[in-house]
């Protein structure tokens, strides 16, 4: 049986109750993943929630979506706000839901975070932190030129666990 045709796109506002929703399931179910926390932003009003979905030439969320229109997966893209630091990018945010994982779905919104980075003038790099027991994903971010560039151990506490993450980066 072949899996219906995905489709990636940058997010919009009119994307922010499904960005929220996906979003707040992905600090639920992996809270070990993100920085932010489920009770961090369960609250969050929808308004804010579209602002951050806003076009910007600095930013961008990008969602796969399947053939009726259900969004399955997101990754956010970021830039360093400071002038010595705005030649970094951040890769942030990044979740697919449990029933739609094993597709590519993480990777071809990587490729549409990094193409999009590559675009941005002045943009030099993109740096990301993931969960140093996430061996997926760590396989995942080497497959597509990230290199790590340090650990920081206790980079999170997570349920009383203090959680290690491996910092990686990829330069054009």
Known sequence: MT????HIRRLTPADAAAFQALRLAGLQREPTA??????????????????RLAPSPDSAVFGAFDAAGALLGVVGLGREGMRKLRHKGIIWGMVVTPAARRRGLARALLQAAIANAREVPGLLQL?????????????????LGFVAFGREPGAMLVDGVLQEEVLMALRW
């Not at 932190?129 to 994903?137: E, G, L």
């Open 34 to 51: 993100f920085g932010s926390s489920f009770e961090e932003e369960c609250d969050e009003a929808l308004d804010t929630v579209a602002q």
């Open 3 to 6: 899996e219906a045709p995905v």
């Open 127 to 143: 740096n990301l932190c993931v969960n140093a027991h996430n061996t997926a994903a760590l396989r995942l971010y080497e497959s």
